[in-house]
């Protein structure tokens, strides 16, 4: 664990260790109070055959792109327990963009190794720490699709897992210029055009299931951006 670590992530981003009142899990700093969770959540681990030291709390994982958290945290009933969480490293927001040629949407066929299957999605990165979401998601078109983007469309933002991560992504209609390509060293093999319609179509029958793309589209359609009828 890397105590040093989560001693400066506190102090970089306050924002992640906030207890707001009423708040169901209580993030505990005091070190007597980590000690009581952890040595209660041990036990439960014990109970399950684990082994005590995944009950020790700080940063547990990082890495360029994620870290993961185990907090202290205090819960509804009073119990002591931890919590895992995954951060982007940095706090950087991902983005995921759904680019507009001559009226239909591109989509990417691209190979996710954590599904271990092919899948049919808008392209989408991690943000870079201190960038502007804008920016990146530029960068990821270029990177995915080779294109550029002549227009620019902020959609929000959206929570990918309330569960696990804190991370926020940022969603884009981007308008673009030139014939998109795939990036075949991202694991894209094709690229695909599809009306607005065929999109919701694809989505209805699940051979789109990345949620990435089915909030981009959702929030486009909503915001007036895209006609969901043929």
């Known amino acids: 664990m890397n105590d040093e670590m989560y001693a400066s992530l506190r102090e970089s981003f306050p924002e992640l260790f906030v207890n707001p009142p009423g708040a169901g899990y209580e993030i505990l700093l005091d070190p007597e109070l980590r ?10 681990l014990a109970g399950y055959g684990f082994p005590a030291e995944l009950a ?9 792109w994620v870290m993961l958290l185990r907090d202290a945290v205090r819960g509804p009933s009073g119990e002591f327990g931890t919590y895992i969480r995954a951060v982007p490293f940095g706090n950087a927001e991902g983005v995921v963009i759904l680019p507009v040629h001559d ?5 990417v066929r691209h190979f996710r190794h954590a599904t271990r299957d092919w ?11 201190g960038s502007e979401p804008a ?9 995915e699709i080779g294109a550029e983007a002549t227009a620019l469309h902020e959609l929000g933002a959206i929570y990918p897992d ?3 991560t804190s991370g926020v992504t940022r969603l884009f209609l981007a308008e673009i210029a030139g014939e998109p390509r795939p990036a075949t060293a991202e694991g894209i093999t094709e690229v695909r055009h599809v009306s607005p319609a065929e999109l919701g179509e694809l989505i209805r029958d699940e051979t789109i299931k990345d949620s990435f793309t089915i909030n981009a589209y959702a929030r486009a359609v909503l915001r007036g951006h895209l006609e969901a009828k043929a």
């Open 135 to 143: 920016d990146d998601a530029r960068r990821e078109l270029l990177e």
């Open 56 to 64: 020790q709390t700080g940063v547990v994982y990082y890495d360029p």
């Open 162 to 164: 309330t569960g696990l």
């Open 119 to 129: 899948q049919w999605e808008l392209p989408r990165g991690f943000g870079l720490p």
């Open 103 to 107: 009226g239909r949407v591109v989509l």
């Open 35 to 44: 000690a009581a969770a952890e040595k209660f959540y041990a036990g439960q």
